[in-house]
């Protein structure tokens, strides 16, 4: 069984920093991809990186390019999304997801990825 789970979500003043953690469990495989999504309440989800666990290739979405970086410790299985440079507009319900088989090539989209984490909000103030 699968299992993704996101922590670390949090308040912060805008220009500040915060780490979300995301751990996925039972992908009996390390070709995966892992992908952090966000969204606000009546939104769509939106898509904000990804992380190819066998080779390490990430990509980042436009708004987030340059601020997020993601990093992970292979012996945890743990992928961590670093956040910079916070904005009110980057306050969101955070979500982690993993998919197996899949390449991290672009901007991930909500449908390429069957597991999913609970979320975490993060919220940052002005």
């Known amino acids: 069984q699968v299992q993704v789970e996101e922590t670390g979500g949090g308040l912060v003043q805008s220009g500040g920093s915060l780490n979300l953690s995301c751990t996925a469990s039972?992908?009996?495989?390390?070709?995966?991809?892992m992908g952090w999504f966000r969204q606000v309440s009546g939104k769509e989800r939106e898509g904000v990186s990804c992380?190819?666990?066998?080779?390490?290739?990430?990509v980042y979405s436009a708004t987030t390019q340059g601020r997020f970086v993601m990093s992970r410790d292979a012996a945890k299985k743990t992928l961590y999304l670093h956040m910079n440079s916070l904005k009110p507009e980057d306050t969101a319900m955070y979500y982690c997801?993993?998919?197996?088989?899949?390449?991290?090539?672009?901007?991930?989209?909500?449908?390429?990825?069957?597991?999913w984490g609970q979320g975490t909000q993060v919220t940052v103030s002005s």
């Open positions: 997801a993993a998919q197996r088989w899949l390449l991290c090539v672009r901007t991930p989209t909500e449908d390429e990825y069957n597991y």
């Open positions: 039972g992908l009996m495989t390390d070709d995966y991809t």
């Open positions: 992380f190819r666990w066998r080779t390490g290739k990430s």
